[in-house]
């Protein structure tokens, strides 16, 4: 999902989620999420729910899920 080409097409909408469940969260590194959420709503001009794509699952290690947390807590 390409959250800006979105966002630029339908501007008015808030958007959920926008972060990978199947790739960037179970095997990216901590600083990847962090930036991928901060894409995101930038991406978005903040009108965007951060979230994982699907549910989160056991693949994702907890360090990767603290990560995506503590970029929201950042903004």
């Keep these: 999902m390409d959250i800006k080409k979105i966002h630029d097409r339908y501007s008015k909408i808030v958007m959920a989620g ?28 903040g009108r965007i729910l951060i979230g994982s794509s699907t549910e989160l699952h056991d693949n994702i290690p907890l360090e990767n899920f603290i990560a995506l947390k503590s970029a929201l807590s950042n903004k």
């Design 18 to 45: 926008g972060i990978d469940a199947s790739e960037l969260l179970p095997y990216g590194e901590p600083d990847e999420i962090r930036n991928a959420v901060r894409k995101a709503i930038e991406d978005s001009e």
